[in-house]
């Protein structure tokens, strides 16, 4: 079996973006307790520490990417923003450009990647900073817990716990649905984990998850995907239901590794509303500069930059109910760009929606594509043409 440590360079939540001013932020302690809630909840040990040094240099790395206006794990030796503590935080830290933190909005939720680095057991310390919009949060430094001298394992849901029935999961570079040719949404990514033991990681053998209509076909990636497994923890996987799952329903899931160990739990999906349909209204995309980025990363920083096109777009829409029925005030809705981050709002009491967002993308791309969902439910996709700013 391959050994893959994860080292330098973890995943990132998009490749460049255009920055909006940062919003009310959350502080690192603040951010950590909510994790440490969150792993407790299921399962995982709830005791990270929080370190102030790593915390600072997350601090100086966000600040470098407001300054530069991008998202990237190395920073430029070149830029009078660099820092060399910032520097390391980057390429050991998973970072976010999204909405605020809360504990209402776990924003690495839909980032199954991302996600499997914090919720994993032996995690024990991290540093975090993170304005309103930027996040880093270092996870490789930190897995330093004492392993177990027996294999222990667990999950994320945790047994006896509720997960949404199906997931359109957005990171960069790729997602496990996109890694595994599936098309979204699928159902929830299923966190894994084995750790201690004479073997702290193992692959998985074989995955199996059962509904209440029997069997449900799964895909998994494990640290021997020649793709993924360099960003997984060690001893974890992430197992992806194809379609998404049935509504209020129990399930039980199956994971064999090849130490001989397993996992086996239960969890319940949760009842999404009613919802048949998301109608566009209005859909704009139009350029509004450049933006000078990395697009070959190296250990000394960038070897090579190329110009990107800014691009705002813009997508007004509305949520109905099931056949035709009236609107639906009030529902969430996610809209994502190709290859961008998620943006959720909320439908007005006439059931309309509206948002910004902001892209980077190729010189002269003249299409970009927008999905909106509701989650666990609807979902619609439509391409925009660019156009330039008169």
């Not at 603040?30 to 969150?38: P, Q, V």
């Not at 470098?64 to 935080?89: K, L, V």
Request: proline share 8%; net charge positive.
């Amino acid at each position: 079996m391959r050994r893959v440590r994860v080292i330098l360079g973890t995943v990132a939540a998009a490749a460049a973006l255009s920055l909006v001013p940062a919003a009310l932020a959350g502080t690192p302690a603040d951010d950590l307790a909510w994790l440490n809630a969150k792993r407790a909840a299921n399962g995982i040990p709830g005791d990270i520490a929080l370190r102030a040094d790593w915390s600072e240099a997350c601090a100086n790395h966000v600040r470098y990417m407001r300054a530069t206006g991008s998202i990237a794990h190395e920073e430029d030796p070149a830029s009078p923003s660099w820092t060399a503590s910032g520097d390391w935080a980057g390429r050991n830290a998973v970072l976010a450009s999204a909405d605020p933190w809360t504990a209402a909005d776990f924003i690495w939720e839909r980032a199954p990647l991302h996600l499997a680095q914090l919720m994993a057991p032996p995690l024990a310390a991290m540093g975090i900073a993170d304005d309103g919009q930027l996040v880093c949060a270092t996870t490789v430094p930190g897995y330093t817990r004492t392993l177990p001298a027996i294999a222990q394992t667990a999950s994320y849901p945790g047994n006896g716990t509720r997960i949404y029935a199906a997931e359109i999961a957005e990171e960069w570079p790729t997602t496990p649905a996109q890694d595994l040719g599936l098309s979204q949404p699928t159902g929830p990514n299923l966190l894994v984990y084995r750790w201690g033991g004479a073997d702290d990681d193992p692959g998985v053998l074989r995955a199996r998850l059962d509904g209440p209509s029997g069997p449900v076909r799964v895909r998994w990636i494990d640290r021997d995907d020649p793709r993924l497994g360099p960003y997984l923890p060690p001893g974890s996987a992430i197992v992806v239901p194809i379609t998404p799952l049935a509504q209020n329903a129990a399930y039980t899931g199956l994971v064999e590794f090849d130490d001989g160990t397993a996992h086996a739990w239960a969890f319940s999906t949760s009842q999404a509303p009613a919802v048949s349909a998301i109608r566009r209204e209005r859909l704009t995309a139009r350029r509004t500069g450049s933006l000078r980025v990395c697009v070959e990363p190296s250990p000394a920083g960038c070897r090579r930059w190329a110009e990107r096109d800014r691009v705002v777009v813009e997508l007004r829409g509305r949520i109905v109910g099931a056949g035709g029925g009236p609107p639906i005030a009030g529902t969430a809705v996610d809209v994502r760009r190709s290859d961008g981050p998620i943006r959720r709002t909320v439908t007005a009491a006439d059931g309309t929606f509206r948002v910004r967002l902001r892209a980077v993308v190729r010189r002269g791309q003249r299409v970009i594509g927008v999905t909106a969902s509701v989650p666990g439910d609807a979902v619609g996709a439509w391409p925009a043409r660019i156009r330039r700013t008169a």
